[in-house]
Structure formats: structure tokens, C-alpha cells
């Protein structure tokens, strides 16, 4: 191997914003992807960047949502993942959806064409030695049993895990729009649309609480003795582990039916099921929230109880999967490196951080620091106040590491508001995430260099 290289182990959405913005600092990229040589138990392509349990990036909102305004950083860097998404959007109201094929050939593409980054079909099964050089480990929460081990072997860590759970997507010609309807809550929607993204289906009350009942006394998927312990991240909690905490769970989380009108006879349901596009045909649906352990004949008979989804064809059912990540907090050091082994680094959804958008703006931020060590440059990382140093101090000593659990990113992880920026009487609610925003995008637009990337016009007068 030569040294004056940056390989990358894993070609999903950090590894693949990694290499990208590696290549584009000028480094000589070698992007190792095992699928379709080995696959795994979720993907369903041998496709770089596949997303796997959502095609939603979440909110796009860079005024007042710390996840758009990672997005809107994101952008302000060339991020190749931000880009192609922009280009595959589907319409999700205010939220930033993608038709997957498209995203992820977009990528493909994006990277198979840059001049600096080989791409390589192998699997890795042991920590690379110091012969390989500058390595990133980017293998996800799926990483491989080999290269997991390879990886507990070397810290002495116990493995820490937890278990992720994706939705059922549905055919929309098998939808009965009699009963379902589209709109968005409180008629919301991304630029250039209608306020109609999503397709709800009602349930009056006694539907809802039989609903309950039958997902509850469903038969679920077991586990294995080892992994009776392990917790779920709540970001991706199934349906009825939601359900099994109260009546009213759902009703006040994804069934909540507030901001909607059934616009076939102007009533207010009792609570909702919301379905969102997920590719760019509209032939697809996914369900929001949805995500499931019950087993797949189960899945049918109970999502065919909610009005409209009665004679529903599924193009996939929800599944369970069991995700890994390191320690970051005891592991790395600022830079993202083991500090057994600082020729290695981390980076994505591996280390803790949890989301599409959070793996990849880490990747892309250890791709900058890798290249930096390449060429012998230094590395100045972001600020704390953009949303990218927050989620870098967080995972690199921010955290507790006796208690660390993967966390997206919000305004939580944030310094506190300077006093100038709330004024003696404070900020609270949407203004105070205003002001957490415009201080993030103004300090991003500063460190990145990028002073002509146009800033949201709710901040142009403040700015």
C-alpha cells in the first residue's frame, strides 16, 4: 500500500462524502466498499450512498431546525450527498425526501467520475496496520462480524449497540384514496409545492384503539440471549415498543392528528397514519414512523386494518436490524483518530452520531482532516456554534463516555447564546432557535471561506 494514500473503508454516506471532499482537497482516494462482493442484511443494491431505513433527510428548515441548518453548512462545504439529494427530492413538505435509486446513482456517479477516487469492491476484515497509511473506518452500523471484531479486539471495548428498525413502503396504486387524502400538516410545504406531500389515512377512535390492541398481541421478531439487553434509539423506536409505553403514545407522536382535515367529509380525525413519497415516480410510499419488529405476515394484517391501506401491496415490510458504534468519546481524539492507533480514523454514523446527515457531514469533516494530514497541512476545526463543531465536540469529548448513546443533532449540543445575541429580556421558542441558527451559518460561512453562499432571507437583515 502506499502510504501518500487516504483509503476509506465503506462506500456508504459518510464514506462516500469522506472520499469526496478528500479528492476534492486534492488527495489520491482508494474507497473500499464490500457489497456486492458480501452483502448485508438490509441493503438491497451494491450501490455507494444507499440509504437503508428512511429517504428522509429530515427537516430543511436553516432558520429554526438544527437539521437544516447542518444541511444548509453541508452545502456551504460542496458536500456531494447534500447535492444529490437536492437533485433527487421528492415532495415531504417541509422535510428534505430523495427518490433512494436516484440519490445513490447520483452519487455513484459523482464519485466514479472524480478524477482522484478508485473505488474498490473488497471487504476489509481487520484493522489496517500502519503500512496502509491515512485510513478512515466508515463502515456504518453494519459493519461486518470480521472487521467488528477486528475493531473490539484492538480497544478492548465491549461491543455497544443498539437496535434500528425501518418502515414498510407501500405501493401508491394500491392505496384507496376514497379514504385517504393528501395534505400536509397545517398545509406546509417545501418551495413550489401545494401543501399536499403526504398522504394521510384517518382512524376514528374505535379503529385507533383496535389498531393498538392488534399491534400490541402481534407476534414480533426474537432475539438472540445476547441480545436480550440492548437498547433502541429512540429515533428509530418500533411502532409498538412506542405503543407499549401508553394508550396515547402514537396519538401524540407519528399518529398524531393535529394540522389535518379530512378532505373528503371536513372532519377532524382522531389520529392519523401519514405515508411519504419516496421516489420520484410517486409510485412508492413510505410510512412515517412506522418502523417495525412484528413479523411480516403480522405487518400486512395490521397495517391493512388502517382505512386505506385495506387492500395495501407493500414493496417492502419493516425490518430490525442490530447497529454498532464505538466509544468516540474514550476512543478518538479530536481529530477523529484512534488513539491506539492515530493512522486510523472514524467516521459517520460508527461513531454515535445518528441520521443520514449527521454520518455524512461527520465523514465529510474527517475526509478535510485526513487530506490536511496528507499534505502535512493543519487542521482548524469548525467552531462549536456551527452545527458541525457541535456534533464534533460532542463525539470527541463533549459526551460522557460511560454513558454515551448515538444522539442527532440539535441545538442541545450548542454553546449557549452569547448575551448580544438574546438581549436582556431573552430568546425563547422558534426566536431562540433563530438566533442559535443565524449564529451557526454566519460562523460556517466565516470558517469554510464560502463568504458568497447566500444565507436564509429571514437572516439577510441581521446578518
Not at 46 to 58: D, H, I, K, T, W
Not at 286 to 300: L, P, R, S
Amino acid at each position: 500500500m502506499q502510504a501518500n494514500k487516504l483509503h476509506i473503508i465503506g462506500g456508504g454516506i459518510a464514506g462516500s462524502e469522506a472520499a469526496w471532499q478528500a479528492a476534492e482537497m486534492g488527495a489520491s482516494v482508494i474507497l473500499h466498499e464490500m457489497r456486492p462482493v458480501r452483502k448485508t442484511d438490509v441493503h438491497q443494491t451494491g450501490q455507494l450512498a444507499e440509504l437503508v431505513c428512511s429517504n428522509s433527510f429530515r427537516s430543511d428548515d436553516a432558520t429554526a431546525n438544527a437539521v437544516g441548518v447542518l444541511h444548509a453548512e453541508m452545502r456551504m462545504l460542496g458536500s456531494v450527498v447534500m447535492a444529490e439529494a437536492d437533485t433527487a427530492r421528492v415532495p415531504a413538505g417541509g422535510a428534505l425526501a430523495v427518490d433512494r435509486e436516484l440519490f445513490s446513482k447520483g452519487v455513484q456517479d459523482r464519485l466514479e467520475a472524480h478524477p482522484n477516487i478508485t473505488i474498490k469492491r473488497d471487504e476489509i476484515t481487520n484493522l489496517p496496520d500502519a503500512s496502509w497509511g491515512q485510513t478512515i473506518i466508515a463502515t456504518g452500523p453494519l459493519t461486518s462480524q470480521l472487521l467488528a471484531e477486528s475493531i473490539r479486539a484492538e480497544t478492548g471495548e465491549e461491543d455497544l449497540a443498539f437496535f434500528d428498525a425501518i418502515a414498510p413502503i407501500v405501493y401508491f396504486d394500491s392505496v384507496n384514496m376514497d379514504v385517504a387524502w393528501f395534505q400536509s400538516r397545517y398545509d406546509k410545504t417545501s418551495e413550489g409545492g401545494d401543501g399536499k406531500d403526504y398522504i394521510n389515512c384517518p382512524l376514528n377512535e374505535q379503529q385507533y384503539y383496535r389498531f393498538l390492541e392488534e399491534m400490541l398481541a402481534a407476534e414480533k421478531m426474537s432475539f438472540r440471549e445476547w441480545e436480550q439487553n440492548t437498547p433502541y434509539f429512540d429515533g428509530c423506536m418500533p411502532i409498538e415498543v412506542m405503543a407499549d409505553r401508553g394508550r396515547e403514545t402514537l396519538r401524540f407522536g407519528p399518529m398524531k392528528p393535529v394540522g389535518l382535515t379530512n378532505s373528503h367529509d371536513s372532519s377532524r380525525p382522531y389520529a392519523v397514519v401519514q405515508l411519504r413519497q419516496d421516489n420520484k415516480l410517486g409510485t412508492l410510499f413510505n410510512m412515517v414512523g412506522f418502523q417495525t419488529k412484528m413479523k411480516h405476515a403480522e405487518q400486512v394484517r395490521i397495517f391493512q386494518m388502517i382505512p386505506g391501506l385495506e387492500d395495501a401491496q407493500f414493496a417492502r415490510l419493516g425490518g430490525l436490524h442490530r447497529n454498532t458504534f464505538i466509544n468516540s468519546p474514550k476512543l478518538l481524539d479530536r481529530q477523529m483518530r484512534l488513539r491506539l492507533k492515530p493512522h486510523i480514523r472514524f467516521a459517520g454514523q460508527i461513531t454515535g452520531v445518528e441520521g443520514y446527515v449527521e454520518s455524512a457531514a461527520i465523514g465529510g469533516l474527517t475526509g478535510r482532516m485526513a487530506a490536511c494530514d496528507l499534505f502535512g497541512q493543519g487542521w482548524t476545526p469548525p467552531p462549536a456554534q456551527t452545527a458541525h463543531g457541535a456534533l464534533l465536540s460532542h463525539i470527541t469529548g463533549g459526551a460522557m463516555s460511560d454513558t454515551f448513546q448515538p444522539m442527532n443533532v440539535n441545538f442541545g449540543l450548542f454553546p449557549e447564546l452569547e448575551q448580544q445575541n438574546i438581549g436582556k429580556r431573552g430568546l425563547r421558542g422558534r426566536d431562540r432557535k433563530a438566533a442559535y441558527a443565524r449564529r451557526a451559518l454566519v460562523t460556517m460561512r466565516d470558517w469554510s471561506g464560502n463568504l458568497s453562499f447566500p444565507l436564509p432571507e429571514l437572516f439577510t437583515a441581521s446578518s
